[in-house]
């Protein structure tokens, strides 16, 4: 079954804490980004990758790292959470041959 | 930069109804769009895309006005299922594989 997975699926943490959220798709697709949703803010991208070793900068990537050592894994890593990443995060996969955005069924983060 | 704006809503709308949810892009440049479905604390998923022509899937029919940047999703026949927010996607253009979401259309169909 074609899927993105992502770990945990709920996290309570403390600010700077270190943290980081797996992802992972088994499409073999090359282009995989996060996201975080927020009321009111719709999804905004933090950051993306176009294939192995290769990320980018989304919308908002402010206090966010990722790496991208393997196609089929892209972590997500707050190296010191504070509480606006208080979020709703999704990982996903892109199929670029159709462009459909497969999802992974998201974390709730909430840092205290 | 690029944006896609959507009526947030609520559309409260009764069964069997039929129901138009309205985006506007901004950018010229793009060349794929689509409707996603996402229901509440879950995952957005594919509705379908959107085609120039105009496409049907059973009760949902999508419209593109290119010269106007205007995407349209029309639900006919309403189901209690149907309720969910509803977010029109477009591809930033140039094959860049970035997409860029609207917030989202909130649809509640009541029995």
């Known amino acids: 079954e074609a899927q993105v997975t992502q770990n945990p699926r709920y996290l309570i943490t403390v600010t700077g804490k270190k943290l980081t959220v797996t992802c992972s798709q088994n499409?073999?697709?090359?282009?995989m980004s996060w996201y975080r949703q927020d009321p009111g803010l719709g999804l905004r991208q933090i950051y993306y990758s176009m294939n192995v070793e290769v990320t980018d900068k989304g919308d908002v990537p402010e206090g966010y790292k990722v790496s991208r050592k393997e196609k089929r894994n892209f972590p997500l890593i707050l190296e010191s959470p504070s509480p606006n990443q208080t979020s709703l995060y999704f990982c996903a996969s892109l199929g670029t041959d159709t462009y459909e955005q497969y999802f992974g069924p998201g974390t709730r983060l909430t840092v205290t | 930069r690029k944006e896609v704006e959507q009526d947030p809503g609520p559309f409260n709308v009764p069964e069997g109804a039929t129901v138009a949810f309205n985006c506007t892009y901004s950018?010229?440049?793009?060349?794929?769009f689509f409707w996603y479905r996402q229901d509440c604390r879950k995952e957005p998923k594919l509705l379908m895309s959107v085609y120039s022509s105009g496409n049907e899937d059973g009760r949902f029919t999508a419209q593109l006005n290119r010269a106007s940047q205007y995407i349209s999703l029309l639900i006919r026949d309403s189901k209690l299922s149907d309720s969910a927010t509803y977010l029109c996607v477009v591809e930033s253009g140039a094959g860049s594989y970035q997409l860029t979401f609207g917030k989202g259309t909130k649809l509640s169909v009541i029995p």
């Open positions: 950018n010229s440049a793009s060349q794929s």
């Open positions: 499409m073999n697709h090359e282009y």
